[in-house]
DNA sequence: TTGTACGCGTTATCAT
DNA sequence: ATGATAACGCGTACAA
């Protein structure tokens, strides 16, 4: 009846697996994993009479992994995020991409894992979690997640991330669309300017602009397309560095800034999100936008047409970035298992100024 | 050398396993497992030398799905959400909440995996993908998807979710808070008012009061909480049944509205999103809130501070809620694990009325 | 440290 | 076409 376990059906009450199904109703492990799993290999009538004794048992299907191991798939596929995960909704531009991820993901049945790039104890999930790809979204490439990652040699597709390797990627022309913000502020004329981005350690607050370094990739290049323009016009901006896990998006940014800086006329943000905080804190403060201050935000999130004035921003497709993300990495993965090698692809998406309400001249100009 | 396989080493360059590492430094399997898992068993010098082995053949460690299959844990647990899990992320209250619960796993090392409750094709991630818990969060008890978890017997924990069958839950006193917040615009003196509530299928639109049916057990909630106090003040307010899905935050709506309710001087909306794209509709149609209209929202999202007037609304802590939830899940597993049976916990947490500045008594009283 | 016996299913081959 | 047999997949627990 088995060759090479003991038979459950006589060992007591264990727990019910395909081969107590198999035992009740007289048929091999075999048939009873084909009645779940292969329909079209056994008649109708045999599945029936097997799905009827599962069910009975209280037999919930094969075990998802033990299927895992035997197939070598699991169903799910992983984000790996910056430090942590927690951060990672903090604003709606990435809710939105991972929203659209899972929305790709979704009608292939397959699930979307979060894993964590910091150790903890010794588990590393990057490491330990059983998956079928990997997206590597925006973070450090320093950590040792992402080499992890690597070296497991699963399916890997980058998302916001610098890439010397030749892996996949999705990124953003995050430094062209900087160039383009600080361009329409100097064309205002604008010349005395202050940047904010976020960033991972110490110190935070104002620094000099030749020290300021962003945190992860994006803010990199945002702030590199922000000084080539800047440089370029003769222009030595302030810079304030805020903490990566921030939540107040940019609120008390301005002041740090006034008193560095008095007669800042204008603002580049790193986000939308914190350029939020500072129109709220300019009204707060009864500093008028944009006559007496110009804000430029990143991202064309949602929240940059609910503020009044409304946001001038520049825009990426996040929506597009996650679809893109995701299909390229289904891809990729069925190229796997079809035993063909995939091509590399690396997608490079637009970004556009959109101008809105503000942003206009200096007031003394 | 080995017992029941294949010697690799001799079989050409497959898969690198443990066994194939094995041979090479000439331990035994265990010892190279040992060497990963255990290393207090073993050695520091074999240990170094089985790992600097591990590295040259490029071995990355032990196989996540093998070894979730051999432990019996894979290091992840779920979260089943309501229908698409690309509507999860929508607002920033359900962000916080993913974000708390993530924040609450990270130290412990363990991954979130976010799980459809949509079958598609023939996989069923409440079925088919490997965790070691799951957390049911707002979806619909009809579905397929939570019958399938409960009988796999899995820890379980249901967040915001009606329980008759006696699982460990966390809620929201999500009836007493909209009592709360329609008590507020009664005695104001408000009479006309109307409801906005989420509905997962058609009719959309405006319903009568008696058919308004909400999505999900909050919206049923917190419908039912406004129409206790209301129906007490013989008032019988207009209901709009909005799509579960609409990204668009209530814009819209008061349009529909005030075509059903002329005069209509407040509204009661499920959600701080919501009330706000109803406070940006009446701004730009020149509509004063609150002297013209009164608006409350709930939830307490940060959204509800940056807007002008700030929403008077009803404030539950989702950062409590995904904490607790995760936390709650983490200990039945820990239960499971050493052989104890989990004590069920049901909490409810508090809501509490947050009056700002959108509420106010009506124009003509 | 190491042998042994699984964990629970699937893929491939074989017999009827 | 149906079903059975055998051989893994890759580790881990436990006793020797």
Chains 1, 2 share one sequence.
Not at 25 to 30: A, E
Not at 157 to 169: C, E, I, M, R, T
Not at 321 to 329: E, H, Y
């Amino acid at each position: 009846m088995r060759a090479d376990r003991l038979d459950e059906s006589e060992a007591g009450v264990g727990r019910v697996t395909l081969q107590t199904v198999a035992d009740k109703v007289g048929v091999s492990r075999m048939t009873v994993s084909n009645a779940f799993s292969r329909p079209d290999q056994l008649s109708a009538a045999l599945r029936d009479k097997v799905l009827k004794a599962a069910d009975d048992l209280g037999y919930t299907g094969p075990d998802p992994a033990a299927r895992a191991l035997a197939r070598g798939s699991t169903g799910s596929i992983g984000v790996l995020l910056s430090n942590s995960p927690a951060d990672a909704f903090t604003d709606e531009i990435a809710a939105t991409f991972f929203s659209s991820i899972a929305a790709t993901l979704s009608p292939q049945g397959i699930a979307l894992t979060l894993l964590s790039s910091e150790p903890s104890g010794d588990v590393m999930p990057a490491r330990d979690v059983a998956m079928d790809g990997v997206i590597v979204y925006n973070c450090d490439p320093q950590t040792g997640a992402r080499e992890q990652v690597e070296r497991r040699q699963l399916p890997l597709v980058l998302v916001d991330q610098p890439n010397a390797k030749g892996f996949s990627s999705v990124n953003v022309e995050d430094r062209a669309g900087a160039r383009a913000a600080a361009q329409h502020l100097v064309d205002l004329g604008h010349t005395r300017i202050a940047l904010i981005v976020k960033a991972g350690d110490p110190p935070f607050g104002i620094v000099p602009a030749a020290m300021a370094q962003g945190q992860g990739y994006a803010s990199i290049e945002r702030l590199a397309g922000w000084t080539d323009v800047l440089t370029a016009a003769g222009i030595e901006p302030v810079v304030l560095l805020l903490p990566l896990d921030s939540r107040d998006g940019g609120r008390g940014a301005l002041d740090e800034i006034l008193a560095a800086q008095p007669g800042t006329t204008a603002i580049l943000a790193f986000s939308d999100a914190i350029a939020a905080g500072v129109l709220l804190d300019a009204q707060d403060s009864g500093i008028a936008v944009p006559d007496q201050l110009s804000i430029v935000g990143f991202d064309d999130n949602p929240l940059a047409t609910r503020l009044r004035p409304q946001l001038t921003t520049v825009r990426q497709d996040v929506t597009e970035k996650g679809r893109l993300a995701a299909s390229m990495l289904i891809d990729a993965m069925q190229d796997r298992r079809a035993g063909r090698t995939t091509k590399r692809r690396a997608v490079t998406l637009p970004t556009e100024l959109v101008v809105r309400g503000s942003t206009g001249a200096p007031a003394h100009s």
